[in-house]
């Protein structure tokens, strides 16, 4: 590890200007707001939609949309909340402000080429939205994009919708590739004096880890991305099979469908935990600090979440069970899908651990992060009955899965977002956010994604098919369920509406907020140890920090406050003398 | 004592220059960029194989078939290792204190490598000529996609190429110590990324010139085939 001297005496070219400081910027910082601005944008966008798709469900008729309009807005809220909203967030996001803070570095490695990354990111969602208004509108093949539906006529937006969907992504993946090569080698070669591996604060863990899968499984989208776009536009059949439309041969022949899915999951399973590993590097964090208790078990928390990445790659096909496989390959992906669960309940026993006989403060972030695990359980254990063949049979394509993915990948990391925001607002804008507003925002979020999707499983145990577009005159399907839809879908209005909360705190403590000071929280983590709040140009004024412990000394018996800042060295810390007679 | 059992007073690294970071940071920033396009050439070329087995496949390597004649392509791959060679030869050079024939090695390089992609791009106008369309059979269609995509990736290369070269001709106007890392640095990246597009390309080649019984093999190593 080499982070010269000569940096802490490079000069700094601190832009001037509104456009040189805020729009063509190369700070992390800035970029970070920019990619979770427009994350989050976007993400509403998203909201909108499953709203209208719940109108539509719980008061079928209640609200203008045909079945198309609801397969394009079922598509555009899969993709857009999982890729633009999730990914986007926890890499661009967090990933670009608290890297470069938390291992002590004066920005990422490669500033350049991170601008490019926002600009890249900002220019595929637009092509997405932009889909909106081409001829026949988005695509509505579903998130997953499954040819051959996804470009044969009789699909929404099978002309013009995908192509721009599959551009869209393409770019994408450039702008996450870019960004990815930054939070790597940023972690790799920029940590500050002293940061070793095995003292990074775990989110930083969790984000590096989720970028090396990004890295290595975006390529799998963008090769399905690239044939798919090829046999939409100049007729190839590399997953186009022969098939008759409307009565008529088409041009394609031969294709693999089957290739398409295998090629989509090698991606998006992974992409599962591209999310959810940042997820649990940040919860970590705020469980840690919000119970002022050292994180239970760091090194079994690190090789967790690196085993989980590694595992992550050869699971993929527990989507495919019901596309038909050989059935020891069916076997073989049941295993490694139960054997997953291993590193990932040893991270939820952590969690639990280093609550246990912690100083629990229910702040809003620590609220968040509670919610979290359980939300995450329920979504895990749900996990472990799809992830078994004859069990997932039966379920598959049902609503258990809509609330198995929901609460799992969904709310969960979602909440992590909310805590996150709530605890590091401060040291973006040097101010709190509010706090009963926060509580109420949590309260309502919390109960309300439960009473949401924790019905969903009995309707998909009833055997309510997913990604109908109404679900009137099925007899298998009991009139109970209709008045669950409806309840579901009133609670799914109410929680979409109280998010408004959330975006009014963001806006109102911006300017009305109590000044929070830099360590509001009493944190041990670098980013808490800047000169200024928020930080400037350079993050650390004239020297870069000298990091001399790990990033959980919380609750340490003897010292002054209790915890144990990371640039503290070991001289420093007034130790009673009962401890030094353990 | 858990405080004192986390704490330890590491020494620090011995201190280098700024440019020993900057070229650390740009030599694994290169290296999991080519770790990326590794998982996407291998993803390709693993549907290659998959695709391969399906009937309808129409090898380009049957004798009767363009792919039959590979001296053309013979040929670019020769300008290709003519590329790779000079990158090497330059980066050996340069840190001579006359930086040798630094110069003349990388304009080499940088005409070889335009060599190859008008090379490659005389191959497609062959194929095509010949009515080998990329919809009109899937191996076809992977030919110019996979030859395709290796030779943008190759132009990418070119800019960084043309960073080094304008570099070095600007070190050997005003030398300056951080123009000479910069330049050492622009050279020593060229040199890897090529060596890497060398070794993809010759992937591709033995790949899209194998005959189909070589395909079902693969495939049936992978357990993909019947």
């Known amino acids: 590890m080499a982070y010269a001297d000569d940096v802490e005496n490079e000069e700094l070219h601190e832009p001037t200007g509104f456009i040189w400081k805020y729009v063509w910027s190369q700070d992390h910082k800035v970029i970070a707001i920019q990619y979770s601005t427009t994350a989050i944008l976007v993400g509403l966008v998203a909201l909108v939609l499953s709203g209208m798709m719940r109108m539509q469900i719980g008061f079928p008729g209640s609200i203008d949309m045909d079945a198309t309009a609801y397969y394009q807005a079922m598509t555009m809220h899969g993709m857009i909340m999982v890729i633009y909203l999730l990914t986007a967030i926890f890499l661009g996001g967090f990933g670009n402000y608290l890297i470069p803070l938390m291992v002590g570095a004066r920005d990422m490695v490669f500033p350049f080429v991170n601008m490019l990354s926002y600009w890249f990111y900002l220019v595929s969602v637009l092509v997405l939205l932009a889909s909106f208004f081409v001829p026949g509108g988005p695509t509505g093949a579903g998130w997953t994009l499954y040819p051959p539906q996804a470009i044969t006529a009789g699909t929404p937006g099978s002309e013009w919708g995908i192509i721009l969907m599959l551009v869209s992504l393409i770019i994408f993946i450039i702008a996450a590739t870019m960004g990815g090569l930054n939070y790597v080698t940023t972690v790799l070669q920029a940590r500050t004096h002293g940061m070793t591996m095995f003292r990074m604060p775990l989110t930083v863990w969790g984000i590096f880890v989720a970028t090396i899968l990004a890295l290595l499984a975006f390529p799998a989208l963008f090769v399905s991305g690239v044939m798919m776009l090829l046999d939409q536009t100049i007729g190839t059949s590399f997953f186009m099979p022969d098939m008759m439309q409307f009565g008529s041969q088409l041009d394609y022949s031969g294709g693999s469908p089957i290739l398409f899915q295998h090629l989509f999951w090698f991606f998006g399973h992974p992409e599962v935990y591209i999310v959810a590993l940042p997820a649990f590097g940040l919860v970590s964090d705020l469980i840690s600090i919000h119970a002022r208790r050292s994180i239970f078990g760091y090194r079994m928390m690190v090789w967790a979440i690196v085993s989980i990445g590694v595992l992550s790659f050869v699971v993929w096909a527990h989507h495919m069970y019901v596309s038909g496989m050989n059935p020891y390959f069916g076997f073989f992906f049941a295993t490694t899908t139960l054997v997953i669960a291993v590193p990932t309940a040893l991270k939820v026993y952590n969690w639990l651990l280093t609550l246990w006989r912690g100083n629990i403060h229910l702040t809003v972030p620590m609220l968040f992060s509670l919610a979290f695990i359980v939300t995450f359980l329920v979504g895990g254990l749900t996990g472990l009955f799809l992830g078994n063949v004859v069990v997932d049979i039966p379920l598959s394509d049902t609503y258990f899965v809509v609330a198995h993915f929901h609460m799992v990948m969904g709310v969960a990391p979602i909440l992590v977002v909310f805590g996150s925001i709530y605890h590091w607002y401060p040291k973006i804008t040097g101010r709190m956010l509010h706090d009963g507003i926060g509580k109420l925002h949590f309260w309502i979020t919390f109960l309300g994604t439960y009473l949401i999707y924790f019905p969903m499983h009995y309707l998909g145990f009833l055997g309510m098919p997913r990604r109908y577009y109404a679900y009137e005159d099925y007899p298998f399907i009991p009139e109970s369920a209709q008045s669950l839809n409806a309840f579901i879908t009133v609670v799914a209005i109410v929680v979409g509406i109280s998010q408004l909360l959330f975006l009014f705190n963001l806006a109102y403590s911006y300017f009305k907020g109590a000044p929070s000071g830099g360590n509001p929280w009493r944190a041990t983590s670098l980013e808490w140890l800047t000169p200024e709040t928020p930080p400037k140009h350079g993050n650390w004024g004239s020297s870069l920090p000298v990091v001399h412990r790990w990033a959980y000394d919380y609750g340490v018996p003897g010292a002054e406050l209790d915890y144990v800042p990371q640039t503290t060295s070991a001289e420093e810390v007034p130790v009673h003398e009962s401890d030094h007679d353990e | ?226």
């Open chain 2, 1 to 226: 004592m858990l405080t004192q059992a986390r704490t330890t007073s590491l020494p620090f690294a011995a201190s280098s220059g700024y440019f020993d970071q900057r070229s650390a940071s740009a030599k694994t920033g290169l290296h999991l960029l080519m770790a990326a396009m590794s998982s996407m050439f291998f993803l390709f070329l693993l549907s290659y194989i998959l695709r391969s087995q399906v009937s309808d496949w129409e090898a380009l390597s049957e004798p009767w078939q363009p792919l039959a004649q590979t001296g053309q392509l013979w040929f670019n791959s020769a300008l290709l290792v003519v590329a790779s060679i000079s990158l090497e030869l330059a980066r050996r050079s340069i840190r001579q204190p006359d930086h040798g024939h630094s110069r003349e090695l990388l304009l080499l390089a940088g005409l070889s490598s335009f060599g190859f992609l008008v090379g490659q791009l005389v191959f497609w106008n062959f194929l095509t000529s010949r009515g080998f369309f990329a919809g009109s059979n899937p191996a076809n269609a992977f030919f110019f996609l996979l030859t395709g995509l290796h030779a943008l990736h190759l132009i990418g290369g070119l800019v960084a190429w043309i960073v080094a070269t304008v570099r070095l001709s600007r070190q050997r106007r005003q030398p300056t110590e951080e123009g000479l890392a910069l330049t050492k640095l622009s050279i020593e990246l060229c040199t890897t990324y090529w060596h890497f597009l060398l070794v993809v390309w010759m992937f591709l080649f033995a790949l899209l010139s194998s005959s189909p019984s070589t395909y079902a093999a693969i495939a049936k190593f992978c357990g993909l085939g019947d």
